[in-house]
């Protein structure tokens, strides 16, 4: 019989190697470079939420000075998803209730001297944030866009593991909600669109 117990080594523990991979990240950064961490998830914070939404509106008013499609869609993607993913992030924080990593692992490993934004780990709030950013941009970029938005949720990632505060599950739980809330809410920016431009062409 499948217990929680069991279920939790498997899905969340991965039978011990979350740790293990918290750990080996942990000791891959050089003495000296724990700024590097700290200024990645800076950048990747959810707080820089509302600069996006400014830096996305001055690309689609370039766009349409250039005459080519606007970015209304990616915009409405991101303005709608980031608000659900962040809430349904928090509520999964409180009902798994799973501990930081320091908490658990005390001394034996980094912690960030900024205190966290709450108490448990599951999923990452920076990387909810980062996923909803990836995935509403996803389909306007090209392969270098696309390679560089990888990059950058990865160093964000990584970023969060090396400060002490997130397993690497808890990354990825993050990534993979935020994109799951811009693909819930991708039908939704289409109908804001199509009535933006319905409004628009009967003005």
């Not at 400014?54 to 409405?76: C, D, E, G, N, Y």
Request: proline share 6%; charged share 15%; net charge positive.
């Amino acid at each position: 019989m499948l217990t929680s117990e069991t279920a939790r080594r498997w899905l969340y523990d991965w039978g011990g190697a979350n740790v293990e991979i918290f750990l080996a990240i942990q000791r891959s950064l050089p003495e000296g470079w724990n700024w590097l961490p700290e200024l990645l998830s800076a950048i990747g914070s959810y707080w820089g939420a509302p600069a996006v939404v400014v830096l996305l509106l001055v690309w689609q008013r370039l766009k349409i000075r250039q005459k080519a499609t606007p970015l209304s869609v990616p915009m409405w993607r991101f303005v709608l998803a980031f608000p659900l993913a962040m809430a349904t992030g928090a509520l999964a924080k409180a009902f798994f209730a799973l501990p930081r990593p320091f908490v658990l692992l005390g001394d034996s490993v980094y912690r960030a001297a900024s205190a966290p934004d709450s108490r448990y780990t599951l999923p990452s709030g920076h990387s909810v944030y980062v996923g909803v950013l990836v995935a509403a941009l996803w389909p306007e970029l090209g392969r270098t866009g696309r390679t560089s938005l990888l990059l950058f949720a990865a160093a964000v990632g990584w970023s969060r593991i090396v400060l002490g505060a997130h397993y690497p599950a808890d990354v990825i739980a993050g990534f993979a909600l935020g994109w799951s809330c811009v693909a819930a809410v991708g039908p939704w920016a289409q109908r804001f669109v199509r009535g933006q431009l319905f409004t628009g062409a009967n003005r």
